[in-house]
């Protein structure tokens, strides 16, 4: 088994539009299936 | 159980959530932080009134709070730990419920196997928190923010604050109240039904000593 530290989410501008954001962000590593499961 | 709370400087003029109409709070969006922030101020502010900025992971909302970016910020541990320890205040903290998200490829037994881990881990902390608590501090990236503004120890933090216990399924009554909830502050297209949001078939309740 393998752990795999979540990526810090890039540098994005300060907004205060959520859909400026992207909701995937914080889970990077699962999005690009090197991980099989995290916490959230 | 996870938990974030709406923190202001020592100097800050706000002692409750009502006084923070328009004023700018960091959070991170799609995430704890904001879900959170809007189901604490939504009590207290009409929708217009709130101004929650995107300021990312908690050590830029945490940096925002105390150079004075944003009036308040939703942090949660040991970033709370540290922003009290410092003179900050919460205004209002709410808990929540963490999960563990599994993909379709993960098999049954992995699965089982992690969860009865995440039990045994549950009854090793709960027995005695703050012989764990220096995983929460030595962090690599919370040890660089809290050596910033010196230093946290097992001893300031909060017990009660962290609450641990087994894993259960969602409850189709939390799934629905929760997804109209989402649809209400359109962070939720229509178009999802519970079914695609929630995969219980993993989820069955494991004996702690199995």
Known sequence: MEFVQAQLN?????????????????????EETRVSIYRA | MASQAILVRPDSP??????LGNKPIAVQFHSGSHYVALRLLEGYLP???LKLVHYGSPK????ALMNGEVEAAALMEPYIALAEKLGCRAVCEGHYLGAENASNNMDHETFEAINRAV???????????RQYLHYL????????????????????????????FYNTPYTDEIVEDTYNWMLRWDLLTDTACAADLVDNRLADPLPADD
């Not at chain 1, 539009?17 to 914080?26: K, R, Y």
């Not at chain 2, 919370?142 to 604050?161: I, M, N, Q, W």
Request: aromatic fraction near 12%.
């Open chain 1, 10 to 30: 890039p540098a994005i501008s300060n907004t205060e539009n959520p859909e400026e954001v992207n909701p995937i962000l914080g889970h990077v590593a699962f």
């Open chain 2, 14 to 19: 706000h002692y409750y959530p009502g006084t």
């Open chain 2, 47 to 49: 929708k217009e009134k």
């Open chain 2, 60 to 63: 830029f909302r945490f940096d």
């Open chain 2, 119 to 129: 039990i045994k881990a549950v009854d090793m902390i709960n027995a005695n928190k």
């Open chain 2, 137 to 164: 501090i030595d962090e690599e990236r919370f040890a660089s923010v809290a050596a910033k503004y010196g230093g946290l120890t097992p001893e300031d933090f909060h017990l009660p604050r962290l609450r641990y």
